[in-house]
């Protein structure tokens, strides 16, 4: 089995997220520190690696997250040579991945009002939870 990695920070809510995900199924992953405060998620070396453009900035060639993602944001995760973002599909893949390592997780498909109730509390967490913990995680963590 490949070894799967999560590019994020420690501090972003949606890169615990993914990381409470892989923890509550006992999934064992690698942790790459995203350094936000260095503007690691920004780097332009390539814009995506979905797309066929290729920016290259010779100044910015430490690192190449902004080729992962194409919104320069944490969460990234790689297993293998698959790639993917954005923390609610990742959980997603890890809960479907290794369902048989806690089935609980997962969406409910078998009952259509049961999966859209599921449906439902994912975008209410997404939409009104999210925002306003992240934006008390901000000012609590980088403005103190």
Do not use: C
Not at 37 to 48: A, D, N, P, Q, R
Not at 79 to 99: M, P
Request: glycine content about 6%.
């Amino acid at each position: 089995m490949s070894q799967l990695t999560i590019y994020g920070h420690p501090w972003s809510t949606r890169t615990q997220r993914v990381m409470v995900t892989l923890f509550e199924l006992g999934v064992d992953f690698k942790f790459e520190r995203i350094e936000l405060s260095k503007g690691e998620h920004k780097v332009l070396t390539l814009i995506s690696t979905h797309s066929s453009r290729v920016i290259t900035n010779p100044q910015l060639q430490s690192a190449d997250f902004k080729s992962k993602h194409p919104f320069g944001v944490v969460p990234y995760l790689q297993d293998g040579s698959f790639g993917l973002f954005e923390s609610g599909a990742i959980t997603k893949y890890i809960v479907a991945k290794h369902a048989a390592a806690g089935s609980q997780f997962q969406e409910p498909t078998h009952d259509v009002e049961a999966m859209a109730l599921y449906e439902q509390a994912m975008r209410v967490e997404d939409n009104y939870f999210d925002p306003n913990v992240s934006a008390i995680a901000f000012e609590r963590m980088f403005k103190g």
